[in-house]
Every structure is written in C-alpha cells, then in structure tokens.
C-alpha cells in the first residue's frame, strides 16, 4: 500500500476546504449576505466563527501551513461546512484524523445484506470489518452475548467486548482461549492498516482499557482469520454451541458475514427461544411507548 506524503495531504485538504466553502450561500447557515460580497459562498471569518476557531488558524489551514488539527475542530468544521456523510468522512482522511462521530453508513451494510441477516433468523448473524467493529447485525445476534443494541457504536466491537465488558465475558466459556485469538487476529489484519488513525485508536483505547490487552498484544502473535466450534452460555437461554463461520465479501480480510450455527438441536432450540425472548421484549417496550404517547 502507498501512502500520500503530508504535504500532498495538506494541499489536498486545502483545496477541499476551499471548495466546501465556496458553495454554501450566507443564507444556508443563518447569515446576512451583505452589499459588497464578492467572494463566492462563504469568507473565510465566517468558516471561523461557525466552527469557533480563530481565523488566522483557519486560513493557515487552507493554505496547507503545517498546523495541526484535532477531531473535534474538524467535526466543527464538518457541521459548519454543511458536510454530507461521504464529504465529512473524506475530509477526516485527508486530515489523517479518526472521525469521533462516524455516522456514514458502511458501504458493505447495503439493504440486501441487511434482508440477509433478518431471512437468516433465528440463526444469530452480523457483519463486521477487518477491524472487528460489528456493523450489522440480526436479532438473535444482538442478544446473543450481550444487549449489542444498548451499547455505544464504538463499543460494538470484537476485542473491546471481550476485553472489557462483563456480559460479554460471562457468555464466552472459552474466554482465556478466545482473548490472545482474537489479539492476535487483529494484529494479523492491522498490518495494512497501520498508519490509520481509527486503528490505532482502537489498540490505544483497548491498551489503556485492559492491563490483560497490553500484556496478549506485547507478545506480537498473529493469527489467520477463520471459523471455529463456540460453547456460549446465554443469559436468557443457557449454554447454545454453534459452528462459527465466515462468508467473505470482498478480499480477505475485508468485511464479512459472521453467522453461528447450531450444531445440535438443543442449541436449534434454543435461539428459537432467544428470538421469542426478543421479539416480547420489543412488544413490550412499543406498548410502554404507545402509553407514554398517549
């Protein structure tokens, strides 16, 4: 892989501010036009005052100076600039920046993908990326180790769960075998993502989150993705044992289709029930809404 030297960064990130700028009228974000406007869309101040920056910095950016730039005065500068999801998170590539806010949909999610992963149902299913963030998932996979869907987005991910999050751990039977797994696929993975900034966040976060983390990623082992036979101890179930597997979707080890399937009729059984457990569940939390409503 190729990486843009800095300046090429800057300079392209200059240019991309420039013309955001330029075509949002004053009227878009609330100001007056004014008599003597001869610039197009908005002054370079105005950018400023927007995302509550001084304006020398502003202009040092877009003449590519060598500055440096947070995540948050970029996000300000996203919100100001009207930026669309694929705009914004361009602007965070350029910028060499891990977007704190990741709200653009992932390209591999499409909604074929997602009618999949309901057809799938009661067998539990998601898609995650190469760097084990889950991007979708089912149901039954959502309850499977823990309540997926009560958690932050950048928590529903592989190795923060299984490093840090206590429901997940007590439904891994295999936790002390799974932890250096799991550790050692993804430095396998990050070997051609290593000057991305969402990746080494994530090893950062994990690091400062887990003595155990920094202790299984010290030792530098790596390990080949694939599929595996799971024992999981279900809160609302009990004990389900599947086949894990991967369907690729694009080159290894790219996004990919994880699905759990049962291997004996027990487990078959028993994510009937989960899904039962989870469709009362959403019945009841729609009827408390429909009376608070009312």
Not at 67 to 82: E, F, G, K, R
Not at 142 to 153: E, I, K, S, V
Not at 208 to 231: H, L, M
């Amino acid at each position: 892989m190729t990486t843009a030297e800095p300046g090429t960064r800057r300079h392209e990130l200059a240019a991309f501010l420039r013309s955001r700028r330029e075509r949002i009228t004053p009227e878009q974000v609330g100001l007056p036009r004014g008599r003597r406007r001869r610039t197009p869309g908005l002054r370079r101040e105005e950018v400023a005052h927007l995302s509550a920056v001084g304006v020398t910095w502003y202009t040092w950016l877009e003449q590519a100076r060598d500055i440096q730039v947070s995540p948050q005065v970029l996000d300000a500068l996203a919100d100001a600039l009207l930026l669309d999801p694929t705009e914004r998170s361009h602007l965070f590539a350029l910028a060499g920046q891990a977007d704190p806010h990741p709200g653009a949909p992932c390209p591999a999610v499409t909604p074929a993908l997602r009618a999949i992963l309901e057809q799938l149902e009661p067998v539990p299913a998601a898609v995650q990326n190469s760097r084990f963030d889950f991007l979708a998932h089912n149901r039954t996979f959502g309850r499977l180790f823990c309540d997926l869907d009560a958690l932050p987005r950048e928590d529903r991910n592989s190795l923060w769960l299984a490093f840090t999050n206590a429901d997940f751990q007590a439904a891994a039977t295999d936790l002390p075998d799974l932890l250096p797994i799991l550790a050692g696929k993804l430095r396998a993975s990050m070997a051609e993502h290593l000057a991305e900034p969402a990746w080494k966040a994530l090893v950062q976060r994990l690091e400062a989150a887990s003595p155990e983390f920094r202790e299984i990623w010290a030792r530098r082992d790596v390990v080949a993705p694939g599929g595996r036979t799971k024992v999981i101890h279900n809160a609302h179930v009990g004990l389900l044992r599947f086949e894990h597997t991967n369907l690729w979707l694009g080159p290894t080890p790219g996004p990919h289709l994880v699905t759990y399937v049962p291997v004996d009729d027990e487990t078959r059984a028993g994510v009937e029930r989960l899904l039962e457990f989870v469709v009362r569940e959403q019945e009841i939390r729609q009827d408390d809404e429909a009376l608070t409503a009312a």
